[in-house]
Every structure is written in structure tokens, then in C-alpha cells.
């Protein structure tokens, strides 16, 4: 079992800045891809961000590229966590934004929710106009 606990999530400005940030509790978390999704009122979740288990591979959402950074440490002293920078924040990113994980080694990223094992509860974002 994986638990994810995600926090950073907060009120602010459109074009200013949030690091969103997730903790895993397994000490095998290199071995976890991981990824960011939102969720806005009457929406479904879509895909934001997404990590390979070693750090080497990223992918974007088209909405959020060059604005959004995903990053994680995997240093054996590390806290287990995979963070997301979002910066020059727009109204249209207020949402739930969700950790998840998934147990793969693999150089292919997945993209989909129902490829992930583990979910986070959500932290809200909310950007003001």
C-alpha cells in the first residue's frame, strides 16, 4: 500500500505561484511513477503532470506546459515526495489537484487515472481573477 498525502494548495492571484507538494509513505517510492491531475466543479479529471519513477521523463498537459514543473527526489534521504511548481497561474487552473502513483519502472509515462494504483485525498487550488 502507498499513501499519498498531498499539501501547498491555496488561494491566489492569477500570474502568481504555488508548489503544490506530495508525500509518499513507501520507502520503494523510486520505484512509483508518478503524476499530478485536477479536477474542476462539474469536470472530469484530467492528466496535469507526470514523472518516471527515476526522474528522467516528464510529460505535460498542453494547458499547463512551460508554466508547470513537475520534479521529485528519490535521494535516499529524501522525504519521499514529488512536488509540482505552477507558476503564471490562470483562473481556468482553480481545481482539486490530485497526487497519484503507480508501481512501474518503465521509461513510458503514463497518462490516463485508471493506469495509477494510489490516490491522494486533493488539495484546492483556487486562482482569483
Known amino acids: 500500500q502507498v499513501q499519498l498525502a498531498e499539501s501547498g494548495g491555496g488561494l491566489v492571484q492569477a500570474g502568481g505561484s504555488l508548489r503544490l507538494t506530495c508525500a509518499a509513505s513507501r520507502r520503494t517510492f523510486s520505484t512509483l511513477a508518478m503524476g499530478w491531475f485536477r479536477q474542476a466543479p462539474g469536470k472530469e479529471r484530467e492528466f496535469v503532470a507526470a514523472?518516471?519513477?527515476?526522474?528522467?521523463?516528464?510529460?505535460?498537459?498542453d494547458s499547463v506546459k512551460g508554466r508547470f514543473t513537475i520534479s521529485r527526489d528519490n535521494d535516499k534521504n529524501a522525504k519521499n515526495t514529488v512536488y509540482l511548481q505552477m507558476s503564471s497561474l490562470k483562473p481556468e487552473d482553480t481545481a482539486v489537484y490530485y497526487c497519484?502513483?503507480?508501481?512501474?519502472?518503465?521509461?513510458?509515462?503514463?497518462?490516463?487515472?485508471?493506469?495509477?494504483?494510489?490516490w491522494g485525498q486533493g488539495t484546492q487550488v483556487t486562482v482569483s481573477s
Open positions: 497519484a502513483a503507480k508501481f512501474t519502472i518503465s521509461t513510458v509515462i503514463p497518462l490516463a487515472p485508471h493506469e495509477y494504483d494510489y
Open positions: 514523472i518516471t519513477w527515476s526522474g528522467g521523463g516528464t510529460y505535460y498537459a
